[in-house]
């Protein structure tokens, strides 16, 4: 399979235009048609406020949105443009998490940013990665609130655990994968049997990747002492990587929440662009 179809989420934050450079690069390098996806929210008022206070907030707060959008799309139309892309844009109204699933279900891949608490973000924003993970059944590219990404999907580090949402990671990502200079297969504190790895960690899903044709070196290691979200980007800094792949949420949302987990980690202390499967 090939990306045909990138979305993007494009707001009025100081990190969008880092995530729209990825997903500009990402498009140019397979090819794809890019989509820029608008999210303007609803105004929600208290019960208190009169009927002709609420049409003038209404009125200066759509105004106010008309012109982040505006602003918006022509960043996103140049970008395109300088890179020769077809390209799309939309602006909708409603509730950012249903909105941005229902069109992340139509697109090969979808790019967000992290979370950033300085950045004014509203609540959705803040689970809008969360949330396209587990509901849009698309591949998600979360791009790190700061920082500028020269390359994406170079040097690959792919987390390999043997679990389904591993597996899922490995053929969402694989246009990627084959693309990559190289793609560096880590397993962490590897379990043996049917059930796990079998007896040499790493070893057949590097084969797998191999016939696809993929340059890939497998690794496994033993880390007792250290968690595998913190494993996993110390190792990320360690190759150079500028992509890490990994399924999402191997144990449920709720557990994550509760007691920690990889997925949680990468997502508060990211260092590089990860593209997430669930």
Same mark, same amino acid.
């Given at each position: 399979?090939?990306?045909?179809?990138?979305?993007?989420?494009?707001d009025e934050g100081g990190s969008c235009p880092?995530?729209?450079?990825?997903?500009v690069s990402m498009a140019k390098s397979h090819g794809a048609h890019l989509v820029g996806?608008?999210?303007?929210?609803d105004l929600q008022l208290p019960g208190a406020i009169t009927a002709d206070i609420g049409g003038q907030l209404a009125q200066v707060y759509s105004q106010h949105l008309a012109g982040g959008e505006r602003s918006a799309r022509l960043a996103f139309e140049k970008a395109a443009a300088d890179a020769g892309l077809s390209c799309e844009w939309r602006d909708v109204s409603g509730d950012l998490l249903k909105v941005a699933a229902m069109h992340a279900r139509y697109a090969d891949l979808?790019?967000?940013?992290?979370?950033? +608490? @300085?950045?004014?973000?509203?609540?959705?924003?803040?689970?809008? /990665?969360? &949330?396209?993970v587990l509901a849009a059944g698309t591949p998600v590219l979360v791009v790190p609130s700061r920082g500028r990404f020269a390359t994406v999907g170079e040097r690959v580090l792919l987390a390999w655990n043997a679990g389904r949402e591993a597996r899922r990671s490995v053929s969402d990502a694989l246009p990627i994968l084959v693309k990559a200079k190289r793609v560096n297969v880590l397993a962490i504190?590897?379990?043996d049997?049917?059930?796990?790895? +079998? @007896?040499?960690?790493g070893a057949d899903i590097g084969l797998h990747l /191999?016939? &696809?044709g993929a340059n890939a070196v497998c690794q496994s290691i033993t880390a007792d002492d250290i968690d595998v979200g913190n494993m996993l980007l110390s190792r990320a800094a360690?190759?150079?990587a500028d992509l890490l792949v990994m399924g999402a949420y191997g144990h449920s949302r709720l557990t994550e929440v509760l007691l920690g987990g990889a997925t949680r980690h990468i997502l508060a202390h990211m260092t590089l662009p990860v593209l997430l499967s669930h």
């Open positions: 399979m090939a990306f045909k179809d990138i979305l993007v989420h494009i880092s995530r729209l450079a990825v997903a996806l608008h999210v303007r929210h979808v790019v967000v940013g992290q979370t950033d +608490g @300085d950045d004014g973000t509203v609540a959705s924003e803040r689970r809008l /990665a969360d &949330h396209l504190n590897p379990k049997g049917t059930a796990g790895h +079998g @007896d040499l960690p /191999a016939r &696809h360690d190759e150079n």
